[in-house]
């Protein structure tokens, strides 16, 4: 008989229960009224937890950049330092499974941080919010860069983010989410593009 996982904290449910709000009803579904009801709370607990709307939205944001974080549980984990000889295999591997997930189990959080990033093209402080939790993501994909050979490994993983989120868009509310990508496709896609991104300047 597996162990029954605790309950999370209020907090952590309140920004669960707003990132999958946002995810099925968009931002304009997205009150403190709702996440009471949907997480089953007294009427008031969200609002006193995050008394405007500002601050709820940077709850669901910070929410899921805990999630997608590289330190995250769900998150694919890239061994320090990287196994020598090998360090592209293991780019490839981690950045295509990342992208399986965003697309598959991570998908409401997914389409969630779309609805908040282009909310934050209107909300100066919720951009300064997503830029800063997003500077870590960065981060991780320049260490990672420098241990392929990259050249100039933080414009190199600038280049990859943007990518990463052109497909994202593209398979999980564009043009192609009819279909999209399985795991297999994903990794000869990120084989492909990294080994076009390392080739140049070498």
């Not at 990294?194 to 070498?202: E, S, T």
């Amino acid at each position: 008989m597996k162990p029954e996982r605790p309950k999370p904290d209020r907090p952590t449910l309140i920004a669960d229960t707003a990132i999958a709000l946002i995810a099925e009803r968009g931002l304009r579904g997205l009150t403190h009224r709702a996440v009471d009801e949907a997480a089953g709370l007294p009427t008031g607990s969200t609002s006193n937890l995050a008394r405007t709307r500002a601050a709820l939205l940077e709850l669901a944001i910070t929410r899921i950049a805990e999630l997608e974080a590289p330190e995250a549980p769900e998150a694919p984990e890239a061994p320090t330092p990287l196994p020598p000889g090998q360090p592209r295999e293991l780019l490839t591997e981690l950045t295509s499974t990342a992208l399986h997930q965003a697309l598959t189990t991570g998908r409401t959080l997914t389409i969630a941080r779309f609805e908040l990033a282009l909310e934050a093209t209107r909300r100066p402080e919720l951009r300064a919010v997503y830029d800063k939790l997003g500077a870590g993501f960065l981060d991780f994909a320049a260490a990672l860069l420098a241990g392929c050979g990259s050249a100039a490994p933080d414009a190199d993983a600038r280049r990859l983010v943007r990518w990463c989120d052109g497909v994202l868009f593209n398979s999980a509310v564009g043009s192609g989410s009819e279909h999209p990508p399985g795991r297999e496709e994903l990794r000869a896609e990120v084989a492909r593009y990294l080994g076009a991104l390392l080739a140049v300047g070498h």
